[in-house]
């Protein structure tokens, strides 16, 4: 955004990126004329040249993709967790531009929070006429229990952002408002994160304005705004959840700001106060930076059907025993018609005309306005005032006259829904495609956040650009494109790097119980999909190298082997019940049990439910553990198109598979925070894996068998729980029953056998119990040292007795089973104790309401 101009090439650049063009760019004048701010960066593109620069693209959108960066739209096949689209080619804007730009922003920012208090305070824009109360009072936005709320402080818009663009007189324009929980920030830092590690040589000779220092700010912004000017407030950042369209975002600024990710049933109201279920206890919460809908976040005063919310909340935020960033009704704020009656506004708050200019609008709520919005239907954009109605912007000039009759029809019977704006050509930036610049439409999203008396405008922000020449459409939803922003700096140390904390902000850091609960089972469905993965490939192994293909000629072995499967998978009847159908193809079977996603108990479904997990608790894991799940997720999608006569090569894609889980395990094991959470996945880990075992011993060590037949069994345990060669060298003898079970279960140097995975069981139940003290904490611990001990004490020789009649070890099998419930009432003791979000009992409040939480 620059009006400065220089001569300058580039070899990108077509003769067709000026064909049709009819608004400007940002970059370019006309072909042999740049802006002076794009110059430099356009002499990096050059040397880099299209073939490089195109490598480069390739390896940001990879990038981003192993660092889990996504954007997740509603009502897709391939909508979740979709990969962040990145131009390789920045926007770039002029030390002046900016300047005018920040003066803009700061003063809409002023007047915006005037509008934000008046209306729930004196609401004298209403009073005088200024903004009629129609507009207002049939917005969604406009809650009434808001009324008269307050925060402390002189902001009642702690963060607020806009699109902007440069419209057809050169100037830039604001083109809509967002105040209710402006997004984009977190992947605006991500962008610059990336585009920086990937194509370094594009700053070269550029001062670019760091973004850090604005995050900094908006924490100092956080933590004044708490109850009665607690000094080390605790702040939680309030997600829909995983499904939530920019939920990748929520994950990475909670991360990098430090704070607590929690969802609606993390918290709890208790005597007017909000508080975080932890799997320590009930900590209280002071400030909430929502990314939630404010209609959704109370269901006992606003939207009842809401399952996002606190019930209670408002309640709690009226006594000013917790502050939430933005207030609940802020939304009001992005009511398209209020552009309408803007300058009204600017003048009663400031005696000013806008510094940047807005779209021209008419609100059809009053009659002259509406008569002129039908009458110019053909020139005009055709919007709802509610954002989120259901409603999607028209362009007039593209509807056909049937359905310009039709919305005409509309407009008529509800005339306050809806305004009519002025249609702009807003200005186009370049954007690498096809190894060529092409020139997109581009919005600029910018970012304030409330600072010392005034506003802080973020230097930068998020860019976004048309997915196809000539669209308008730049929304991600739409397959919009986003750049990294450029804004020169004329400073060299004036910008903060990163977030820096306020005096004493250090305190201990709460595991909300849904976090606790989604690790416990990455911890569990990890090893579920390691343990099952190296069985079936052991089985199959043996399937295709005997040439079993159902010519009854099965042996005991396989057999043994085939039922195992079913038995650790939980997938019966399966091969237990002897059915012909299923031992003369057991191919068919395998693949089901490896490939179709639909079946439970499959590795599949499983993987699937892992990922799910992971992404549940993506703010716990690092890039590189990111990278990996990446993998995962790639290996996933590769198993699931193998078809059932190519079952025979799973074999490497299970190997694949097993590898990469192994060094997410080993990454989290060196990345992760010592604390509750590690433990909770530790503990999945370690129950996981002991059922996981004892379901396999019990399947196959329970049984007398030929002894051809038992050497192969043993031998396939050995394997599958990579023994084999920890056997050979300690025991030096051929594979025999007790030798075996005694590496199993009591060998204390085998770190995977029964005893040592009890031992550490029972460490981490004891560190719950030691840090709690409860009652519950106190079972869980005895019921792991009782389990400890009964395997402790075991008496090898006497549990592997044989029944001479029928080959049973009876004891053996009976003790497998002990264990088995012993380790299953631990998991569901942990479940209702760490992981239960509704069992709080019912409480009144001082007010006289009682409600269940």
């Not at 000013?320 to 003048?347: Q, R």
């Not at 199993?744 to 981490?764: D, H, R």
């Not at 004490?793 to 029928?806: P, Y």
């Amino acid at each position: 955004m620059d009006n400065q101009q220089s001569t300058v090439s580039t070899s990108l650049l077509r003769k067709d990126y000026f064909l049709n063009q009819k608004v400007l760019d940002e970059c370019f004048l006309r072909q042999d004329e740049a802006r002076e701010s794009w110059k430099n960066l356009l002499t990096n593109i050059d040397k880099l040249g299209a073939a490089e620069l195109n490598v480069r693209q390739q390896e940001l959108l990879k990038l981003l993709q192993e660092n889990g960066v996504t954007y997740n739209v509603y009502g897709e096949s391939n909508g979740l967790n979709r990969p962040w689209l990145l131009d390789a080619v920045p926007l770039v804007i002029s030390a002046v531009d900016w300047r005018g730009i920040e003066r803009g922003m700061k003063q809409r920012a002023y007047v915006l929070n005037k509008i934000l208090e008046d209306l729930y305070g004196e609401r004298e824009l209403l009073k005088k006429g200024i903004v009629p109360p129609e507009l207002i009072y049939s917005h969604p936005g406009f809650l009434r229990p808001c009324d008269k709320i307050k925060l402390p402080g002189e902001h009642q818009l702690i963060l607020y952002s806009a699109d902007l663009s440069r419209g057809p007189d050169g100037k830039v324009w604001v083109v809509k408002d967002r105040a209710q929980a402006p997004s984009g920030m977190g992947y605006a830092l991500e962008n610059r994160s990336a585009l920086s590690r990937i194509v370094p040589e594009l700053f070269q000779q550029y001062q670019v304005a760091k973004l850090g220092g604005f995050f900094n700010s908006m924490m100092q912004a956080l933590i004044q705004i708490a109850p009665q000017g607690k000094e080390n407030p605790r702040i939680v950042l309030l997600t829909p959840g995983p499904r939530n369209e920019t939920y990748f975002e929520h994950a990475f600024l909670a991360s990098y700001l430090g704070i607590t990710l929690v969802q609606g049933e993390d918290l709890i109201m208790r005597d007017s106060f909000v508080w975080i279920k932890t799997v320590e206890g009930l900590e209280k919460v002071d400030v909430i930076v929502r990314r939630v809908d404010d209609t959704f976040c109370d269901p006992l005063e606003l939207r009842e059907d809401s399952q996002l919310g606190i019930p209670g909340l408002l309640q709690a935020v009226r006594k000013g025993n917790v502050a939430i960033a933005n207030p609940l009704g802020s939304s009001i704020l992005e009511n398209t018609g209020l552009m309408a009656f803007m300058h009204g506004a600017f003048k009663h708050f400031l005696n000013e005309e806008p510094i940047i200019p807005m779209i021209a609008t008419w609100w059809c709520g009053q009659k002259k306005e509406m008569d002129y919005v039908i009458d110019n239907i053909d020139t005009l954009v055709i919007k709802n005032i509610v954002r989120m109605g259901g409603f999607k912007t028209v362009m007039g000039s593209r509807l056909s006259k049937a359905q310009k009759e039709d919305l005409i029809r509309k407009i008529k019977f509800e005339p306050f829904k809806y305004v009519g704006q002025e249609e702009v050509a807003f200005s186009t930036s370049p954007v690498f495609t096809k190894e060529k610049l092409e020139p997109r439409f581009t919005v600029l999203r910018s970012y304030l956040v409330a600072s010392k008396g005034d506003y802080e405008l973020m230097r930068g922000g998020l860019s976004r650009c048309s997915p196809e020449k000539g669209s308008f459409l730049v929304s991600n939803q739409d397959g919009g494109i986003s750049k990294d922003t450029w804004v020169e700096s004329t400073f060299t140390n004036t910008v903060q790097t990163g977030v820096q904390s306020a005096p004493d902000m250090k305190r201990k850091a709460v595991l909300p119980s849904r976090a606790a609960e989604n690790l416990f089972w990455v911890g569990r469905y990890t090893q579920r999909v390691i343990r099952t993965s190296r069985f079936i490939r052991i089985v199959l192994r043996n399937l295709t190298q005997k040439g079993y293909l159902g010519n009854n000629n099965d042996t005991e072995s396989l057999t043994a082997m085939l039922k195992t499967v079913t038995h650790i998978t939980d997938t019966y009847p399966g091969f237990v019940e002897d059915s012909a159908d299923e031992f003369n193809n057991p191919l068919g079977e395998i693949h089901q049990l490896i490939c179709n996603p639909e079946r439970v108990g499959s590795i599949l479904f499983t993987l699937s439910n892992l990922l799910k997990s992971m992404y549940a608790a993506r703010d716990r894991w690092t890039v590189d553990s990111w990278r990996i799940i990446d993998d995962i997720e790639n290996i996933k999608r590769r198993i699931g198109a193998v078809e059932p006569d190519g079952i025979r090569h799973v074999f490497s894609l299970l190997d694949q598979l097993t590898g990469g889980l192994l060094s997410f395990s080993e990454m989290t094991r060196q990345s992760m925070y010592r604390s509750e959470g590690r433990t909770m996945y530790r503990l999945g880990q370690l129950i996981e894996e002991i059922l996981m075992e004892l379901a396999q011993y019990k399947s196959i060590l329970t049984q007398r068998r030929e002894e051809s037949a038992e050497f192969q069994l043993l031998e396939a345990v050995l394997l599958s729980n990579q023994n084999l060669s920890s056997y050979r060298s300690v025991y030096r003898t051929s594979l025999n029953v007790a030798p075996v079970v005694d590496l199993l279960f009591l060998n204390s140097l085998n770190p995977t056998s029964i005893f040592s995975q009890l031992e550490g069981l029972l460490k981490y139940t004891k560190s719950l119990a030691q840090k709690s003290g409860s009652t519950d904490d106190n079972e869980i611990s005895r019921l792991a040292f009782e389990a400890y001990s009964q395997v402790r004490l075991m008496n090898i020789d006497r549990l592997i007795k044989v029944n001479e009649e029928t080959g049973h070890r009876k004891e053996f099998d009976e003790f497998c089973g002990t264990l088995q419930n012993q380790i299953t009432v631990i998991a569901i003791k942990l479940s209702s104790t760490y992981f239960s979000h509704t069992t709080y009992q019912s409480q009144s409040t001082k007010d006289g309401f009682q409600f269940e939480v």
